[in-house]
């Protein structure tokens, strides 16, 4: 009976598992045109995602996230972008 029950959570722990992020091996690294996005392109990209997510469900050519950018910075920039437009500072609710 036990072994019944450790099954499950050792299955579960491996689909976690492989939903952990990896390396991005153009981080850094110029993009064709150029540019590295940072965070403000970050910020863009994350106020974006809802659009950008629908478009590119219909395109290979349009991504959500741009691959070659600063890091951390441009996390936290996309976070926050998205953050402003989904749960909090432009249409966030309201208390009453």
């Not at 981080?27 to 590295?36: C, I, N, R, W």
């Amino acid at each position: 009976m036990r072994s019944r029950q450790l099954i499950p959570l050792l299955v579960l722990m491996v689909v976690i598992a492989a939903c952990t992020a990896g390396v991005n091996p153009a981080l850094d690294s110029a993009a064709p045109d150029g540019d590295v996005a940072g965070f403000f392109m970050g910020l863009w990209h994350g106020f974006i995602a809802p659009i950008t997510f629908f478009i590119s469900l219909f395109s290979d050519n349009v991504n959500i996230y741009e691959v070659h950018n600063t890091g951390n910075w441009y996390d936290f920039g996309f976070v926050v972008g998205a953050g402003l437009l989904l749960s909090g500072g432009i249409f966030g609710r309201k208390s009453r």
